[in-house]
């Protein structure tokens, strides 16, 4: 059994600030490669953000460049998602997620899924 779990969401205003954090069981996945995918309500699953097994290689969506920021501990076995300046279109559910596959920006590249936290931004 592999378990994903995130934290963090909530409700913010536009321009505010929110950091979610992700947490993996065993902890030998979080050395997996890692990533965030959002959903909003009638909205495909879209990719927000990965990192490389040591952390040293970052893709981040050309959607969220600038405000949001991709990160990882591998001693505490965790993954966050910083997110500044902060948009209602930002607005979804945010899924960690970690695998070994070579389709980093697809959701096809990972095995491993949290339940989702929530993020809602409001005007």
């Known amino acids: 059994q592999v378990h994903v779990v995130e934290s963090g969401g909530g409700l913010v205003q536009a321009g505010g600030s929110l950091r979610l954090a992700c947490a993996t069981a065993?902890?030998?996945?979080?050395?997996?490669?890692m990533a965030w995918f959002r959903q909003a309500p009638g909205k495909e699953r879209e990719f927000v953000a990965a990192?490389?097994?040591?952390?040293?290689?970052?893709t981040i969506a050309d959607s969220v460049k600038g405000r949001l920021t991709i990160s990882r501990d591998n001693a505490k076995g965790t993954v966050n998602l910083q997110m500044n300046r902060l948009l209602p279109d930002d607005t979804a559910v945010y899924y960690c997620a970690a695998g070994a596959g070579i389709r980093r920006t697809s959701e096809s590249g990972y095995s491993y899924w949290g339940q989702g936290t929530q993020v809602t931004v409001s005007s």
């Open positions: 065993p902890p030998t996945y979080s050395l997996y490669y």
């Open positions: 990192i490389s097994r040591l952390g040293d290689v970052t």
